[in-house]
């Protein structure tokens, strides 16, 4: 089992910042990938970033390029979601989420089997 503790939501106005965390705890040794996804009211769950540990590799969603980045600690399995020039459409629910079964889905929420219990984000406008 591993479980996932994110940090760091909040409110904030348009164009401004935040920074999430996420430490991941228990059976980590096999997580291959890690990443945020995010829930707006009414919409389905999107991946928002995503990092591959083995590669280095990143994802990000078409909505966040530009203005997210992802970051992390393979040995800590930590990860972090810098969120940069924030805008109202940002706001939702960010889940944590952890992958141990390696594939080509490391950026769809298919590829992730487990999850953080979230975050608010609210950016106003």
């Known amino acids: 089992q591993v479980q996932l503790v994110e940090s760091g939501g909040g409110l904030v106005q348009a164009g401004g910042s935040l920074r999430l965390s996420c430490a991941a705890s228990?059976?980590?040794?096999?997580?291959?990938?890690m990443g945020w996804f995010r829930q707006a009211l009414g919409k389905e769950r999107e991946v928002v970033a995503a990092?591959?540990?083995?590669?280095?590799?990143?994802y990000y969603g078409d909505s966040v390029k530009g203005r997210f980045t992802i970051s992390g600690d393979n040995a800590k399995k930590t990860v972090y979601l810098q969120m940069n020039s924030l805008k109202p459409e940002d706001t939702a629910v960010y889940y944590c989420?952890?992958?141990?079964?390696?594939?080509?889905?490391?950026?769809?929420?298919?590829?992730?089997?487990?999850w953080g219990q979230g975050t608010q984000v609210t950016v106003s406008s």
């Open positions: 228990g059976c980590t040794f096999n997580i291959y990938a």
């Open positions: 990092i591959r540990w083995s590669l280095g590799s990143r």
């Open positions: 989420a952890a992958g141990i079964t390696s594939g080509s889905s490391w950026f769809k929420r298919s590829g992730y089997d487990y």
